[in-house]
């Protein structure tokens, strides 16, 4: 029986902290690149370096908007003054990155947008619909401006 952990694509990397003039401390660390289904399409060779670029830079959009499942909800400090009602706040950054996702779904298409919003919640396209996703990707990268 073969290890899992053995299997899986990962980097090594090793950092040497100083901790004062005469001694210091190496940390070796794995990190495992088949975190995300986008890194374990690209690990299978089921997307392009170009199309994972892609996919990485939408799932960090994702991310940042806060529509990623969370374990707890949100704690956020709830200041209260009586000049809230006249003063209108800038967005929060979270709302920016909401609508720019939202707004990248929206201009993919409706053929593309329900693809590359699946695939952000981890769903698997499936033989039948992976050109489509591949395909979906490319426009992404194409509107990017991403080398080929």
Do not use: N
Not at 12 to 36: L, N
Not at 93 to 121: C, I, K, Q, S, V
């Amino acid at each position: 029986m073969t290890d899992a952990w053995a299997t899986r694509p990962s980097t090594v990397v090793t950092q040497k902290q100083v901790i004062s003039a005469t001694r210091s401390v190496t940390i070796t660390r794995t990190i495992y690149t088949d975190t995300t289904l986008i890194d374990r399409m690209h690990a299978r060779g089921q997307l392009s370096e170009r199309q994972h670029r892609a996919g990485c830079r939408l799932y960090g959009l994702w991310l940042a908007s806060g529509l990623a499942p969370r374990v707890t909800a949100r704690h956020d400090v709830v200041e209260e003054s009586e000049d809230d009602a006249d003063t209108i706040d800038a967005p929060e950054p979270r709302e920016d990155a909401r609508t720019a996702y939202r707004r990248t779904l929206r201009h993919a298409g409706p053929l593309f947008g329900p693809m590359l919003d699946a695939l952000m919640h981890g769903q698997y396209p499936g033989v039948q619909r992976l050109a489509t996703c591949q395909s979906a990707l490319d426009f992404l990268a194409d509107g990017w401006g991403l080398e080929k």
